[in-house]
């Protein structure tokens, strides 16, 4: 069984009611992929998991540990274990490139400059970029940014990585170059790798397993393998519209 899975994860803004009770367990080491249309409550979701958002209600485990429930030792350690690409790339404007990436080292380890130096080399190697250390994000193209917020996600190594919308914003060559260096850095890190995108051209590239959301609801589960070979008529009307949306499905 995966260790990470989610029960019944519910929330609610005022009268509207976003996540209705979604359940998935997430395969590890691979990439998963929560799939739907714009506001169906993609985004929410990941920010649950991630306690950016307190669900209403649900279990969220990371092994055998219920996230919500956790202690604060627990929680500070499944964190230091999670990675994080925003939509935005959410850098600090008054900081370095070199400096955003090394934020989370600088929080959660004691790792010396020299170490700290080394690994953001590093990382930001691992995602093309090279001699834009000193420069600052508004010096930055919007997929270089996106790179650099990719170098931060992994810089600590960790054992889960969540991308809300990578690939939102981007021309279709970058955001093949995102979704490209989203699996390169699964396979070879063995991260438990969650993407939330409406964009169903990643779907070409990523998806081992895929979530597919639709008015807070988890309406199919399922593969990539089992998405493409199927006929659309054996899939639920509100996926099926989805697809026939996208342009890649007849």
């Known amino acids: 069984m ?3 899975r989610i029960v019944d994860i519910r929330k609610r803004f005022g009268h509207q009611e ?3 009770g979604i359940s998935f367990t997430f395969e590890p080491a691979r990439v998963n992929m929560i799939i739907g249309p714009s506001g169906c409550g993609k985004s929410v979701l990941i920010k649950c998991m991630v306690g950016l958002i307190e669900p209403d209600a649900g279990e969220i485990y990371y092994g055998t540990v219920d996230f919500r429930k956790a202690t604060p030792e627990q929680k500070r350690e499944i964190l230091k274990n999670l990675g994080m690409l925003f939509q935005s790339s959410a850098l ?4 370095t490139v070199k400096e955003n990436v090394a934020f989370p080292m600088r929080i959660f380890t004691r790792s010396s400059e020299s170490e700290i130096r080394d690994r953001v080399s590093y990382c930001l190697e691992r995602v093309g970029l090279y001699g834009v250390e000193d420069k600052y994000p508004a010096q930055l193209s919007g997929g270089m940014k996106r790179r650099v917020g990719l170098a931060r996600a992994i810089v600590l190594n960790p054992k889960y990585l969540f991308c809300d919308e990578p690939n939102s ?3 279709p060559l970058t955001a093949r170059r995102i979704d490209e260096l989203i699996e390169q850095i699964t396979e070879d890190f063995h991260t438990t790798t969650i ?3 409406h964009d169903i051209r990643s779907l070409q590239i990523l998806g081992d397993k895929i979530l597919f959301i639709y008015d807070g609801e988890a ?4 593969t990539r393998e089992e998405l493409e070979g199927n006929n659309l008529e054996n899939f639920p009307t509100k996926l099926k519209i989805f697809l026939q949306a996208s342009g890649l499905y007849a």
């Open 195 to 197: 993407v939330v995108t």
């Open 2 to 4: 995966s260790d990470l």
């Open 219 to 222: 309406v199919w589960r399922g």
């Open 92 to 95: 600090f404007d008054s900081m």
């Open 169 to 171: 914003g981007l021309d």
């Open 18 to 20: 976003v996540l209705k």
